[in-house]
């Protein structure tokens, strides 16, 4: 049986991600799930959230639930591409 490997990347501010983990693990969690890309197989797998993710960061602070409408309503995507 095979293996697979995963690499993770994060192309934003360490120190903003390291800080919510820290604070607010959930805030850290939505920030990594509409920002980050990771390699699989071959293949880079990208995630980009089509709106501002200080916002999007904003309401998982104050109203949890109005983050999954923001996701709803702004959209994201998830691009693959060989690396």
Request: include cysteine; charged fraction near 10%.
């Amino acid at each position: 049986m095979g293996t697979s490997e995963f690499k993770l990347d994060y192309p934003y501010s360490y120190f903003w991600l390291i800080f919510w983990v820290i604070v607010f693990f959930p805030v850290a969690l939505v920030l990594l799930l509409t920002g980050a890309a990771f390699t699989s197989e071959g293949k880079r797998y990208a995630i980009k959230y089509g709106g501002s993710r200080g916002w999007l960061a904003f309401w998982t602070l104050v109203c949890f639930p109005v983050t999954f409408i923001l996701l709803l309503l702004n959209g994201f995507s998830i691009s693959v591409a060989a690396p």
